[in-house]
């Protein structure tokens, strides 16, 4: 029996399968590539190039392959473009995984671990954030992956499907060994762009907004290294093939740090002065986003093995400073 990976060419999609095959499972990745990379995929996984939203595309793998599991990745994931193009946010995140609960429904497929996140809340009640806090979120990328586990909700009701929601704090790092990492086109996170400095790709790191009620006035985030998610995600399929019930668990360290912070780390990662320009705020930032992971870890056993931000940033470097094009060379 395989697990299905969908959007396993992408950035958390691509170390999860990683970690799958390590783990020596059987892995089948269907990926669209457009904004995945066929490099990222494991040489090891069966590849199919197909769409999420194609029906066909869909049942001719759940038809060819023995799948007794599915990890979903394939969605849109930039809060900036969900404001301008909420239409495309709606049309594959939640048409996508219409589609392919109505093809897993139709072929008996009854498990399914997907990527939910911290936008869900919008802003947080309280800090740490517990996964019974309020959802709100402030932006349509956040209200489509909100909307994903509420359908996922309703049709486990209707057809007996279990689900595994994921709601991450900010991924980032890359495989140890240096042969996959993260690249987005364009990027926006936090941590690639600061490292675009000491590549010699910008002149300055922007710093959006000194003014929040933190200690240094800069934005406080949770950052979790990717190969912890890509664990998370292999511990949540173990726990539904285990009977588990449906289930929605924050992923993050539970250490927030500032935007200043993270900028110190890199620069004794990378021995860089990593100048910095402060700018406006960042519309729809909120000032904290830390998780409380502890569900996670009594529930599913998860054990975060980057709880090191300057170890995480290290990795993130070493694949940066060895693919300074990402997988375009
Ligand atoms: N930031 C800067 N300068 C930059 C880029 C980012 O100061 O050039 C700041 C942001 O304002 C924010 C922090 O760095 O305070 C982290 O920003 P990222 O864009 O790296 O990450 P976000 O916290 O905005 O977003 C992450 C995920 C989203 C998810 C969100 C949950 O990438 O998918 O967390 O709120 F929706």
Redesign the pocket.
């Known amino acids: 029996m395989a697990i299905l990976v969908l959007g396993g060419a992408g950035y958390i999609g691509s170390h999860t399968v990683y970690e799958l095959i390590d783990a020596g499972r059987d892995v089948v990745v269907a990926d669209n590539l457009l904004t995945g990379f066929r490099a990222a995929v494991h040489p090891k996984a069966r590849f199919y190039l197909a769409d999420i939203r194609d029906r066909q595309a869909m049942d001719r793998i759940f038809e060819s392959e023995q799948i007794e599991g599915v990890i979903h990745f394939a969605a849109s ?3 900036g473009e969900s404001m301008q193009d909420p239409l495309k946010y709606y049309d594959n995140n939640l048409g996508g995984t219409t589609v392919l609960l109505q093809s897993m429904v139709a072929h008996g497929v009854d498990k399914i671990v997907f990527s939910s ?3 869900t809340y919008g802003e947080p009640e309280r800090i740490p954030i517990l996964e019974t806090d309020r959802t709100a979120p402030t ?1 349509c ?2 209200e489509t992956k909100l909307a994903m586990e509420k359908m996922m909700g309703w049709t486990s009701r209707a057809h007996g499907l279990r689900y595994v929601a994921l709601r ?4 980032c790092g890359a495989h140890p060994s240096g042969c996959i990492g993260e690249a987005h086109a364009p990027e ?4 690639p ?1 600061i490292l675009q400095v000491p590549a010699g790709k910008r002149q300055e ?5 000194d003014d929040y009620p933190t200690h240094d006035g ?2 406080i ?1 949770d950052y979790i290294h990717v190969t912890d998610l890509a664990q998370a995600h292999i511990l949540a399929l173990d726990y539904l093939l285990a009977g588990g019930e449906s289930n929605v668990f924050n992923l993050g360290n539970g250490v927030g740090f500032t ?1 200043q912070e ?1 900028i110190q780390v890199a620069r004794e990662v990378t021995g860089h002065p990593i100048p910095t320009r402060i ?1 406006p ?2 519309a729809g ?2 000032a904290q ?1 830390v998780a409380s992971a502890e569900k996670a870890r009594s529930v599913l056993g998860w054990k975060p093995r980057y709880d090191d931000l300057k170890t995480i940033v290290a990795t993130a470097w070493a694949w940066h400073k060895a693919h300074p094009n990402g997988f375009a060379e």
């Open positions: 994931s930039q809060v996140t911290a936008a932006n990328y956040g991450y704090f900010n991924a926006t996170h936090l941590i762009l790191i922007s710093v959006f907004g800069t934005c985030r935007v993270v700018c705020r960042r930032d909120p986003l």
